[in-house]
T-cell receptor, first 111, second 113 residues
Framework: AQSVTQPDIHITVSEGASLELRCNYS??????LFWYVQSPGQGLQLLLK??????LVQGIKGFEAEFKRSQSSFNLRKPSVHWSDAAEYFC?????????FGAGTRLTVKP | KAGVTQTPRYLIKTRGQQVTLSCSPI?????VSWYQQTPGQGLQFLFE???????NKGNFPGRFSGRQFSNSRSEMNVSTLELGDSALYLC????????????FGPGTRLTVL
């Protein structure tokens, strides 16, 4: 079945520590891939997207993601987390015309 | 440039009623997509409108419908409300080019009692 999986429901990291959020997808072909962030009471903001080409993509707010075809993964990373990064993060794929989201990973940042 | 606006921001209805939610996209954007977000089901795609035509549809019952006007503003209607329709309804706009970046509004929080 086609799916988007974010294995970690909740992650806690200390401010200044590195971060990696995992995303795996299951589709017949490589879909278009996205990472969004949602702060409480807000809509979703696009962090970055991958369509083709360089498998390491840079986004806003210092985030980057790497597409690994062999692992069907599109993990989000940040070298040093700030307290303002606390939010919910969604991986999304667009296999055709619709967009499908993972369940989300809630990030808590410890001072 | 103004962002995506959704009205109302909060809504309380009772079972069996119907509700209409409104979304105004970013100026110049011709595509509007609607999503339902719940703690149990996460974010689910409802439908997308482009130039007043429904271009794509998710897997929701016919009680959920929408339309788009010539100025690209969109409305979503839910008839015969059920308790399970309580959710955050998000609208997103884009220029309409396939997989172009979607800009999300703050959402409408619907509570069905």
């Amino acid at each position: 079945a086609q799916s988007v999986t974010q294995p970690d429901i909740h992650i806690t990291v200390s401010e200044g520590a590195s971060l990696e959020l995992r995303c795996n997808y299951s589709y017949g072909a490589t879909p278009y891939l996205f990472w969004y962030v949602q702060s409480p009471g807000q809509g979703l903001q696009l962090l970055l997207k991958y369509f083709s080409g360089d498998t390491l993509v840079q986004g806003i707010k210092g985030f980057e993601a790497e597409f690994k075809r062999s692992q069907s993964s599109f993990n989000l990373r940040k070298p040093s987390v700030h307290w303002s990064d606390a939010a919910e993060y969604f991986c999304a794929v667009a296999p055709r015309d619709d967009m499908r989201f993972g369940a989300g990973t809630r990030l808590t940042v410890k001072p | 440039k103004a962002g995506v606006t959704q009205t109302p921001r909060y809504l309380i209805k009772t079972r069996g009623q119907q509700v209409t939610l409104s979304c105004s996209p970013i100026s110049g954007h011709r595509s509007v997509s609607w999503y339902q977000q719940t703690p149990g089901q996460g974010l689910q795609f409802l439908f997308e409108y482009f130039s007043e035509t429904q271009r794509n549809k998710g897997n929701f019952p016919g009680r959920f419908s929408g339309r788009q006007f010539s100025n690209s503003r969109s409305e979503m209607n839910v008839s015969t409300l059920e308790l399970g329709d309580s959710a955050l309804y998000l609208c997103a706009s884009s220029s309409g080019t396939k997989y172009n970046e979607q800009f999300f509004g703050p959402g409408t929080r619907l509570t069905v009692l």
